[in-house]
């Protein structure tokens, strides 16, 4: 299933296949609060170089990306990020997001990081799921923590499913 999935570090020339898989992760409206993606420009100035990649096949097609961003810019939380996770649609159930969470954990526990966050949607079974898989915990639920801004989720408060990861050392 898998075996055809290479990861490698993302590119600037990916933009496209990223930003086309963040938008489908946007529409199903289980992904992000964001209604639209960032530029190229804000993406690359707001995430880490490290552990910034994406799944290809043998033709070097994009079907997945993971990244971070550091959670705070003070020196006592330099190890401590928060990453996304998307797979494009046509791939799903194909273990690319696995090898993707794989990979990031592998690169960014080189590079000094001991805790990775996220926010889930609790709708979002799948992501859970892989998290879950992949040795996050869930640390809880936050209610009512933001307000959608489009789609039919439009005007909706949602809750969010606190995640993370700690490096064992």
Do not use: C
């Not at 299933?1 to 289980?30: C, F, H, K, L, Q």
């Not at 954990?105 to 979002?124: H, K, R």
């Amino acid at each position: 299933m898998t075996s055809d999935v290479r990861i490698r570090p993302m590119r600037a020339n990916d933009w496209a296949a990223v930003e086309a898989i963040y938008r489908a992760g946007i529409a199903t409206g289980n992904a992000t609060f964001e209604a639209e993606p960032p530029s190229w420009g804000q993406f690359d100035a707001g995430k880490l170089d490290v552990g910034r990649l994406v799944a290809v096949d043998d033709r070097d097609v994009i079907s997945g990306w993971v990244a971070a961003s550091p959670v705070s810019t003070r020196e006592v939380y330099r190890g401590v990020v928060e990453h996304s996770v998307y797979v494009d649609p046509a791939a799903a159930g194909r273990g690319v997001g696995r090898r993707l969470v794989e990979a990031f954990l592998s690169a960014v526990q080189d590079a000094g990081v001991w805790t990775i966050q996220s926010s889930i949607f609790p709708e979002n079974a799948a992501s859970l799921a892989l998290h879950d898989r992949a040795g996050f915990r869930r640390v809880g639920t936050r209610e009512r923590i933001a307000l959608m801004t489009y789609g039919p989720w439009a005007g909706r408060w949602r809750d969010t499913v606190l995640i993370e990861y700690r490096r064992a050392d």
